[in-house]
């Protein structure tokens, strides 16, 4: 596969797009750029799709967290009905559709969730290591000039260690903390005045919760406490979250809302994953009709990115297919379908230049078209 990439790209020679003609006439390259196997780095281990959403355990630690998931796009008053996720066409089986001359014709914005969208969900926040062929299809699109940004629960700078590209734009702590490429935007941070009290209620949480239930951990997401038990036997989550609801009863400048197996403590602040869409969107001067943002996420707090999104163009959730209300029109099975997507995304869009090409020589030698 590296050794293909490697090929690939010295085929074709960003951002000039040298020989196109090479891939599209070589269709086997560009099957196998797209192939199933997704590689994380030794040491973790992919989780599988059935393990979040495993009905066979009616009481298991995914399924106390999957009763927020169904609780939540179904609530929500809103002109946008949402469709059940198991209704939704694939992504990737809809590709022309969503590919099509006239998407083409307009601007494009990616923005991509982190866990379980790029990257497997595994049992250590810490071993969630971006797949290296993720990145080299994130490296193609930001090298075209599409402008990507990461959107994430976790702080801004571990996702930026993560993902390691600086070309990139990442909005951390879900979209409470936003940057961009050095010069491009301003960076961005909403209710940074919060920040004690978070420290405070997280020694709080750290003393009564994780040092007293086996399995339960805090993660330090800045402007953003997630307090994790999928680690945790499921006959206490319950009391576990009603421990938590306690201690938050006290702050009232905080909220906790949901994730896969997750508590997320953030400040009481209207603001989340669709309002940093929408603010990057008009820091980019990007929020005119002829352009076209796509959004792909996992978790229910890239719904409220999906309701904006979707409103004027692509939002895809990454899931199975369960029976959850969600504001999404897409559908991609798992981060590998997702890296699939990338790929035929990026391949499209090397297509399209070249058949843009009226003389049919190549870009590179063409000095007319
Ligand atoms: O918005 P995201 O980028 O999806 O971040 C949401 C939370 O993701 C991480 O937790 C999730 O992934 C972990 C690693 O695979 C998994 O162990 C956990 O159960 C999932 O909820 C991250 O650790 C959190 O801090 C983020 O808030």
């Known amino acids: ?214 399995g339960a951990s805090m993660e330090d997401n800045i402007l953003s406490k997630t307090l994790h038990y999928r680690r945790c036997s499921p006959n206490i989550i319950p009391e576990l979250e009603k421990k938590l609801d306690n201690i938050l009863d006290c702050f009232p400048q905080l909220q906790k809302t949901y994730g896969k197996c997750v508590f997320e403590i953030r400040p009481k602040f209207d603001w989340d994953k669709g309002k940093a869409v929408e603010w990057l969107l008009s820091a980019l001067a990007m929020n005119s009709p002829d352009v076209v943002p796509i959004y792909i996420g996992d978790d229910r707090t890239d719904e409220d990115a999906f309701q904006v999104v979707v409103k004027k163009g692509v939002a895809i959730i990454v899931a199975d297919e369960s029976e959850y209300a969600t504001f999404a029109n897409f559908r991609l099975k798992d981060p590998s379908e997702v890296r699939k997507f990338l790929f035929q995304f990026w391949i499209s869009k090397v297509q399209t230049v070249a058949s843009k090409m009226s003389c049919g020589k190549s870009l590179s030698n063409c000095q007319s078209c």
């Open 1 to 214: 596969m590296q050794r293909q990439l490697e090929e690939l790209s010295e085929t074709l020679q960003f951002p000039s797009l040298g020989d196109t003609e090479v891939l599209l006439a070589n269709p086997s390259l560009v099957g196998s750029l797209v192939s199933d196997e997704c590689h994380s780095k030794p040491g973790t281990s992919p989780c599988r799709r059935e393990d979040f959403f495993d009905l066979r355990k009616e009481d298991s630690v995914k399924n106390y967290s999957r009763k927020h998931f169904e609780d939540h796009a179904g609530n929500k008053q809103d002109r946008i009905i949402p469709k059940e996720v198991c209704s939704l066409p694939s992504a990737l089986d809809s590709l022309n559709e969503i590919l099509t001359e006239k998407l083409w014709s307009r601007n494009v914005i990616l923005f991509l969730d982190y866990d379980g969208t790029l990257a497997p969900i595994v049992d250590d926040p810490d071993r969630a290591f971006l797949p290296e062929e993720t990145k080299t299809a994130l490296l193609k699109l930001t090298e075209l000039g599409i402008p990507v940004a990461i959107v994430s629960g976790r702080a801004r700078r571990k996702i930026q260690n993560f993902v390691n590209i600086d070309t990139l734009y990442y909005a951390g702590s879900h979209g409470f903390d936003i940057c961009g490429p050095n010069g491009y935007i301003v960076p961005h941070q909403v209710a940074g005045d919060t920040l004690p009290v978070l420290g405070e209620a997280a020694e709080i949480i750290k003393e009564q919760i994780v040092q007293k239930y086996p």
